[in-house]
């Protein structure tokens, strides 16, 4: 297990919080990041959430953080595995092909500013192939970048 500790001196509490199906292989990319993030050592002020396909009950635990860093799979035009930094402020401004459970983020992000909060948010967009079977294994190209999401987190959590 490789371990490493990330050093940022912010008292800032981090969400970050990854979202997917598992059993829809690529879909699960979020949760698995979470996954291999937690191997990590992170900072106190940094909690790690397995989101599942998002929900309502998800808010709490975003609207209790400063930042919040959120890992979800896109079908885009890019190249299966591409990793995209966004920086959503409303759910107009997350990719419009985002997977089946997007209605559920958007729909979070937009109840942040109902209640009058104005969440930090980042995402991380992962690109992955469309329809796929039900199956628990990540492809080759998408398990790949995981190793790069984590470090472009660390690096997120490390500029605060």
Same mark, same amino acid.
């Given at each position: 297990?490789? !371990?490493?500790? $990330?050093?940022?001196? #912010?008292?800032?509490?981090v969400? *970050?919080l990854?979202?997917?199906?598992?059993?829809?292989?690529d879909?699960?990319?979020? *949760?698995?990041?979470?996954?291999? @993030?937690?191997?990590?050592?992170?900072?106190?002020? !940094?909690?790690?959430?397995?989101?599942?396909?998002?929900?309502? @009950?998800?808010?709490?635990?975003?609207?209790?953080?400063?930042?919040? $860093?959120?890992?979800?799979?896109?079908?885009?035009?890019?190249?299966?595995?591409? *990793?995209?930094?966004?920086?959503?402020?409303?759910?107009?401004?997350?990719?419009?092909? @985002?997977?089946?459970?997007?209605?559920?983020?958007?729909?979070? @992000?937009?109840?942040?500013?109902?209640?009058?909060?104005?969440?930090? *948010?980042?995402?991380?967009? !992962? #690109?992955?192939?469309?329809?796929?079977?039900?199956?628990?294994?990540?492809?080759?190209?998408?398990?790949?970048?995981?190793?790069?999401?984590?470090?472009?987190? $660390?690096?997120e $959590?490390?500029?605060?």
């Amino acid at each position: 297990m490789n !371990v490493m500790t $990330i050093s940022n001196g #912010s008292e800032q509490k981090v969400l *970050v919080l990854g979202i997917g199906n598992i059993l829809m292989g690529d879909e699960g990319i979020g *949760v698995e990041v979470i996954r291999a @993030l937690e191997k990590t050592d992170l900072p106190e002020n !940094v909690e790690c959430l397995d989101g599942g396909t998002g929900s309502f @009950l998800l808010l709490e635990p975003m609207q209790n953080a400063d930042k919040v $860093i959120l890992i979800d799979a896109t079908e885009d035009e890019n190249p299966i595995g591409n *990793v995209r930094r966004l920086r959503p402020r409303f759910s107009k401004d997350y990719p419009r092909t @985002l997977t089946a459970h997007d209605i559920g983020l958007k729909d979070l @992000l937009d109840t942040f500013y109902l209640l009058g909060d104005t969440p930090d *948010v980042t995402l991380f967009a !992962v #690109s992955i192939p469309p329809l796929q079977d039900l199956k628990i294994e990540l492809s080759p190209e998408v398990k790949s970048v995981i190793p790069k999401i984590n470090q472009m987190i $660390i690096d997120e $959590i490390s500029t605060l």
